[in-house]
Protein backbone atom coordinates (compact mmCIF):
# COMPACT_ATOMS: atom_id res chain seq x y z
CA UNK A 1 0.00 0.00 0.00
CA UNK A 2 1.22 3.33 -0.89
CA UNK A 3 1.04 6.61 1.39
CA UNK A 4 0.88 10.49 0.34
CA UNK A 5 1.06 12.80 3.16
CA UNK A 6 -1.31 16.09 3.16
CA UNK A 7 -0.92 18.86 5.32
CA UNK A 8 -3.20 21.72 6.18
CA UNK A 9 -2.53 24.71 7.56
CA UNK A 10 -6.11 27.62 8.80
CA UNK A 11 -4.81 30.70 9.71
CA UNK A 12 -1.30 29.97 9.48
CA UNK A 13 -1.82 26.97 12.29
CA UNK A 14 -2.10 23.80 11.63
CA UNK A 15 -5.59 22.49 10.70
CA UNK A 16 -6.87 19.71 12.63
CA UNK A 17 -9.99 17.21 12.06
CA UNK A 18 -10.39 18.55 7.96
CA UNK A 19 -11.78 15.87 5.58
CA UNK A 20 -9.10 15.08 2.87
CA UNK A 21 -9.59 12.76 0.10
CA UNK A 22 -7.81 11.89 -3.64
CA UNK A 23 -9.60 11.08 -7.04
CA UNK A 24 -7.78 9.22 -9.39
CA UNK A 25 -8.54 9.90 -12.93
CA UNK A 26 -6.81 7.68 -15.42
CA UNK A 27 -7.72 5.13 -17.23
CA UNK A 28 -7.61 1.79 -15.10
CA UNK A 29 -7.62 3.59 -11.39
CA UNK A 30 -10.59 6.03 -11.16
CA UNK A 31 -12.14 6.72 -8.01
CA UNK A 32 -11.69 8.35 -4.57
CA UNK A 33 -9.47 7.04 -1.94
CA UNK A 34 -11.79 6.74 1.18
CA UNK A 35 -11.48 10.17 3.78
CA UNK A 36 -9.05 10.77 6.11
CA UNK A 37 -8.99 13.54 8.53
CA UNK A 38 -6.06 15.60 9.58
CA UNK A 39 -4.65 15.00 13.11
CA UNK A 40 -3.64 17.53 15.58
CA UNK A 41 -0.45 18.82 13.22
CA UNK A 42 -3.03 19.36 10.37
CA UNK A 43 -1.30 15.99 8.51
CA UNK A 44 -3.53 13.36 6.94
CA UNK A 45 -2.03 10.26 5.71
CA UNK A 46 -3.90 8.65 2.70
CA UNK A 47 -3.46 4.96 2.15
CA UNK A 48 -3.86 3.86 -1.81
CA UNK A 49 -2.88 1.43 -4.68
CA UNK A 50 -2.35 3.75 -7.44
CA UNK A 51 0.12 5.87 -8.84
CA UNK A 52 0.94 9.04 -11.33
CA UNK A 53 -1.62 12.19 -10.96
CA UNK A 54 -4.55 12.75 -8.12
CA UNK A 55 -6.91 15.34 -7.89
CA UNK A 56 -7.25 17.20 -3.72
CA UNK A 57 -9.77 17.67 -1.91
CA UNK A 58 -10.24 18.78 1.72
CA UNK A 59 -13.43 19.17 2.81
CA UNK A 60 -14.98 18.60 -0.27
CA UNK A 61 -13.27 21.35 -2.52
CA UNK A 62 -11.29 20.54 -4.89
CA UNK A 63 -7.72 22.39 -4.07
CA UNK A 64 -4.87 20.96 -6.52
CA UNK A 65 -3.22 18.28 -8.16
CA UNK A 66 -0.32 15.90 -6.60
CA UNK A 67 1.92 13.23 -8.07
CA UNK A 68 1.15 10.19 -5.97
CA UNK A 69 2.82 8.45 -3.57
CA UNK A 70 4.05 11.94 -2.56
CA UNK A 71 3.43 14.72 -0.28
CA UNK A 72 1.95 18.65 -0.45
CA UNK A 73 0.54 21.69 2.31
CA UNK A 74 -2.49 23.27 1.27
CA UNK A 75 -4.03 26.73 3.21
CA UNK A 76 -7.16 27.28 3.58
Known sequence: MLISKITVYRYD????NV??????TGLTNMGF????YTD??????IEHS???????Y??????GTLRVPGG???YL
Do not use: C, H, Q, W
Open 50 to 56: STGKAIV
Open 33 to 36: TRPV
Open 58 to 63: IDGKRM
Open 40 to 45: RNGVAL
Open 19 to 24: RVTLEF
Open 72 to 74: DVY
Open 13 to 16: KPAK
